[in-house]
């Protein structure tokens, strides 16, 4: 079925079933599905779908966004980059006094400092200050999680793995990504809580999952935003 509203069209199929309320699904491809209890009329759902479509467009977008895969980064003012789950522009500044390049966040914007004007340059600024970040941000919530545990990490190391968000070994060293800055604190929080789990339980046994929901008991959520945002947590 398809359906024109504020000036856009978007195609949806109605599944008819044994229920007493709506639901709507988006899929990976931005198919969208109505799920309305039998009987109900197309002008009811037609009026569902209006109601929603505002969230609609937007988790279309997304869908479409995340087809498309990353886009080249442009390394000019005025480029955005994710930081705490938001995305901020960029605003890039010569210093040629200065020692070593180095990026200041002032909670509107990211300004990047350099010796040299240069889109490596600007990359690796960019790159060292997320590792930095990540650091801090994942040292402070180890030791705000700390007190769910009888053991504590034996050393805490930020890497560049390519497909992992974190990782805790039998000698309970506890490794997380650096892109994991670019996340909202409560995913942080979700990975942190996640690997001090594994110093418990060194599987993905019921024993752990059950410790993991004890102490983030929406930690399903936040593993869905790192599932759907992954892609854009990039420099």
Known sequence: MIHTYLGETIRFEIKYKNRTSFGITIDSYGNVEVQAPKGTTE??????????????QQKLKEMKDRLNGPQEKVYEHGESFLYLGKIFPIRIFQETSIEQDYVVFDGEQLTINLKQLDDEKIKQALKRFYYQQCKALVEKSIQFHQSHFKTKPRS????????????????????????????????????????????????????????VGSIMPDYKELEKWLAISNWKMTV
């Open 156 to 211: 805490i190391r930020i890497s560049d793995s390519k497909t992992t968000w974190g990782t805790c070994d039998s000698k309970l060293q506890l490794t997380f990504n650096w892109r994991l800055a670019m996340a909202p604190q409560k995913v942080i929080d979700y990975v942190v809580v996640h690997e001090m789990c594994h110093m418990v339980h060194l599987n993905h046994d019921r024993s752990f999952w059950r410790l």
């Open 43 to 56: 002008d009811k759902v037609i009026q569902l779908i209006e109601d929603k479509w505002e969230q609609i």
